[in-house]
């Protein structure tokens, strides 16, 4: 019997599992899917919200605030990309200055740094182009942006050197009482442990709905967006949202931390937990709506769209605790969950940790080094580089100027990439202007090789995803 | 790192004949910088013949029209350099490059070509709607998967956009025992030359469907199902078309787009219809001794003129450092383009510059039947030729002895256009 099950491996799973493993504890991480971050944590705004906008006094609003106050340390321990770039609420109507003034006010309450109202010629000035409707908005200078894959691979790569186990392509099919703790069946066999967390997502109401007395029901709820080349950098620096409406925050402008641009999303309830397909009514709406507090986005630039899905709860709240004697529930973590996350991996360690009753472990080592990025080095130490480690020296992706080195780093980490998606994700080979063309099938020769498989089991995101189907003229 | 006159980007058609042409023009001192592992560029993936009809007289494969060239410059020894990716090209022409040999480098040359060739435009630049499974490459990814490592990436096959690459994949995917079962073109007319509509869709019984689309994309681990629709005269789906097919590829081929980040961060000015540097007669682009050619300049449909572009850029670079890397002040003409011709190369001509004759290539913008391809000097018409048929497809060439120009000192423009015949 393991200690703790945490089963899912988004954000918040490997939050926890990184927190829990600052104790003596064996930690196991079952994730359904083959590689960390590959649901709701895939494919969202990567906004780091300052927390204005939770209603005040909710778990949602508390650890959306300590969340954002977490990220700058724990970007540094953990070596990920992330900026305070600052937020923008822009109201485009003097009618709306009520709603402006609240959401300063909820923010003050919520205790968020820093807020202000900027007027229209200050605006002008930070964003010269904002709309030539946007009459004010409201400033948080701590609001940040994130890489999300960045974020969950640290935290997965910090605990795994810590001892966490992580196990993919895990999914849970059934969770009973047994006597100490729980048995958690999976497609891979069972396991038992004293503990368990609920961390999965837009599933978190199916296994909550396994060993509760009550019922919870996720909404799947889609998000469409455009992702933009670089050549559009700089055209906004602040996270730029128009006042919200009645569908949460509405279409955002905002810069990416890799210097893209990213545009959405929408939010449609959908039945799927697996529908992330975007519509072109979706596309259509983040097209209408992101010219009207930002003008003449550069949508010509578009490289990707993709949509993403929320684990939406129709109360809008983070439901974090204890609901049976060692099953702990992290579940319905929607938006602001990436934001949050610091803080929910935080608050269910410690719950976690009075339930075992855990002791710290000395040996924990919280520093993490990322993927070396040769971009980010001096011309000499540059070279010195390609001459030690002459994977350095070749470029495999054009667009992003990943080199081999790289994606060989990427591929050993623990936990590693095992896809051209999980490569992808890592080191950005694939994610550039020409997505893919012409490295994909250099990527799956590295992975190949590195992996010793045959590049015929080479998948984009795991089983079921396979590139090649066979050899030429093998059905003739 | 010793110092190069000459720096050549790219090892494809258009870097070799501007290196051999270069050599010919009396220059020494020349080096290409190719970024994959063997130069000859994607004409190693093009395996079909077809190539060197106009410059070798004789129908070649891709490998073999590049390997005639290779051969030249290995025969007159220049220089290049494998797997080395440019990083940067500067204003002042320094190039900063990398490879696993030499590491980290910078060269000075007097002069450079730019010869990146051109990308594909991928999915996600298309906007297309539905999933995001495996089983969709461009056109180009699924050749060089077959054509170089044998492997299939796909059974059943739905292809959208009838460029040349795309019609020539439906051919070989159907020879390496794939099911193709019809090519989506948005357009009303096909992007890809008539020659391989006929020998790569018709004999193979594929259907062209013209103002088609793909609406949806099935399938979220593989593709399974790809849903095309009709479109209307400004390309929106219309409800009520939707023609639904299982397959588990859907290959894009829905234009190429040159390769100009190295040009841009250097400051060459690019023209926004071609995404291709703005350059004068002698293939020189806004920075003095930066000449482009090939697909990085504006995308052609036979390597034959590629090769004719680049080896006239490759005299011109050799002319440029011969007589001192001088920016010499000539009258300049702008071209300009009327009555559907959408672009032409060069932009501006000086005549005084331009030997005894000019080069004009240029692309039509929809299909034309039975007009005059007419270019004027101020308001003299100097050539005329009648074309039964014009199609945005086939670039269009137009040879102008330069003494037409210099007959008519007082014209201060070009005009190319098309007119009834």
């Not at chain 1, 109201?91 to 300063?104: T, V, W």
């Not at chain 1, 100490?180 to 199916?206: F, H, I, Q, R």
């Not at chain 1, 799947?220 to 700089?234: M, N, V």
């Not at chain 2, 682009?285 to 000449?291: A, H, L, Q």
Request: proline residues 4%.
């Amino acid at each position: 019997m393991v200690d703790i099950v945490i089963i899912g491996a988004g954000v918040s799973g490997c939050a926890i599992a990184r927190e829990l493993s600052r104790y003596k504890a064996d930690v196991l991480v079952l994730e359904r899917e083959e590689d960390v971050c590959c649901g709701t944590t895939k494919a969202n705004s990567a906004i780091v919200h300052a927390g204005y906008d939770a209603a005040n006094g909710s778990l949602m609003a508390k650890l959306n605030v300590a969340g954002s106050l977490l990220m700058p340390e724990l970007a540094r321990e953990l070596d990920f990309a992330y900026e305070q770039n600052g937020s923008l609420v822009v109201m485009m109507s003097e009618e709306d200055r009520p709603a402006l003034n609240k959401l300063y006010a909820n923010g003050v309450a919520n205790g968020v740094e820093g807020l202000r109202i900027v007027e229209r010629d200050e605006l002008v000035e930070m964003e010269p182009n904002i709309s030539d409707e946007a009459v004010a908005a409201l400033y948080a200078p701590t609001g940040g942006i994130v890489c999300p894959f960045g974020l969950t691979f640290a935290l997965a790569e910090n605990a795994a050197h810590n001892g966490v186990r992580f196990q993919f392509d895990s999914e849970v099919t059934n969770i009973e009482k047994i006597d100490g703790g729980w048995k958690v069946s999976t497609v891979k066999g069972d396991v038992e442990a004293k503990v368990v967390v609920n961390a999965a997502g837009l599933y978190s109401d199916k296994l909550h709905n396994m060993v509760a007395d009550d019922n919870m029901t996720i909404i799947p709820r889609r998000g469409d967006y455009f992702l933009l080349d670089h050549t559009t950098q700089g055209f906004v620096s602040n996270t730029i949202f128009q006042l919200p409406g009645k569908y949460g925050k509405g279409v955002l402008v905002a810069p990416t931390v890799h210097g893209n641009t990213i545009v959405g999303p929408t939010a449609i309830d959908v039945e799927d937990k697996e529908g992330v397909n975007t519509t072109q009514a979706g596309l259509d709406d983040v097209r209408a709506k992101c010219g009207m507090a930002v003008k003449n986005v550069p949508l010509r630039q578009t490289i990707t769209s993709f949509a993403g899905l929320r684990a939406h709860e129709a109360r809008h709240e983070f439901f974090i605790g204890e609901i049976k004697p060692g099953f702990v529930d992290c579940a319905a973590i929607e938006s602001p969950g990436l934001s949050s996350s610091p803080a929910i991996g935080r608050m269910v360690a410690g719950i976690v940790k009075d339930i075992l009753g855990l002791e710290v472990d000395l040996s924990f080592d919280p520093r993490r080094k990322g993927i070396l990025d040769p971009k980010g080095l001096d011309d000499q130490a540059h070279a010195a580089l390609i001459k030690e480690h002459p994977a350095y020296g070749t470029v495999i992706c054009r667009c992003e100027t990943v080199t081999e080195g790289e994606i060989i780093d990427a591929i050993h980490r623990v936990p590693g990439a095992r896809s051209v998606d999980g490569v992808k994700r890592r080191v950005r080979a694939g994610m550039g202007r020409c997505q893919g063309g012409f490295c994909s099938p250099r990527v799956m020769e590295i992975l190949a090789r590195e992996l010793g498989v045959d590049q015929s089991e080479i998948t984009k995101s795991g089983a079921g995803s396979e590139l090649i189907v066979g050899v030429n003229k093998d059905a003739i | 790192m010793r110092e190069y006159e000459l720096v050549i980007i790219g090892g494809g058609p258009a870097g070799l004949a501007a290196a051999v042409a270069a050599h010919e023009a009396g220059l020494r001192d020349i080096l290409i910088l190719e970024r994959d592992n063997e130069l000859g560029g994607i004409l190693n993936q093009c395996i079909h013949n077809g190539f060197g009809l106009h410059t070798f007289k004789e129908e070649l494969t891709g490998p073999e029209y590049a390997g005639r060239f290779i051969e030249q410059v290995k025969k007159l020894d220049i220089p290049y350099k494998l797997n080395t990716m440019v990083l940067d090209l500067a204003a002042d022409k320094t190039v900063t490059a990398m490879n696993r040999e030499d590491g980290l480098f910078q060269l000075h040359p007097k002069a450079v070509i730019l010869a990146m060739g051109c990308r594909e435009r991928p999915r996600g630049a298309l906007n297309i709607p539905g999933y995001r499974p495996a089983g969709i490459f461009t056109a180009g990814t699924a050749q060089r998967l077959v054509n170089m490592e044998g492997y299939l990436p796909g059974r059943k096959v739905v292809i959208l956009g009838s460029g040349d690459i795309g019609l020539i994949m439906a051919r070989r995917m159907t020879l390496e025992g794939a099911k193709v079962q019809v090519v989506a073109e948005l357009m009303p007319y096909s992007g890809g030359l008539k020659r391989n509509i006929v020998q790569c869709l018709d004999d193979y019984g594929i259907p062209l469907k013209l103002s088609h689309t793909v609406v949806d994309i099935e399938g979220k681990k593989r593709v399974e199902a790809i849903t095309i629709a009709q479109v209307d005269e400004k390309n929106r789906p219309i409800p009520g078309t939707e023609e639904r097919y299982e397959c588990d590829t859907l290959l894009l081929s829905c234009g190429l787009i040159p390769e100009n980040e190295l040009s841009r961060s250097a400051g060459v000015e690019l023209n926004p219809i071609t995404n291709g540097p703005t350059v004068n007669e002698s293939l020189e682009t806004s920075i003095p001794g930066v000449f482009a050619a090939g697909n990085v300049l504006h995308v052609h449909d036979l390597v034959d003129y590629v090769s004719e572009e680049a080896g006239a850029a490759g005299r011109h670079a050799a002319n440029y450092i011969a007589s001192g890397c001088k920016a010499e002040e000539h009258k300049s003409l702008p071209v300009k383009c009327e009555n559907g011709v959408r672009y032409t190369v060069p932009v501006a001509v000086r005549p005084d510059a331009a030997g005894d004759s000019v080069t004009l290539r240029f692309r039509v913008g929809n299909v034309y039947k039975n007009k005059k391809v007419a270019v004027y000097a101020g308001d003299a018409c100097i050539f005329s030729r009648k074309r039964p048929v014009l199609a945005p497809g086939e670039m269009e060439t137009v040879v102008l002895k330069t003494s037409l120009l210099t007959d008519h000192p007082e014209a201060e423009g070009i005009t190319v256009t098309l007119e009834e015949a």
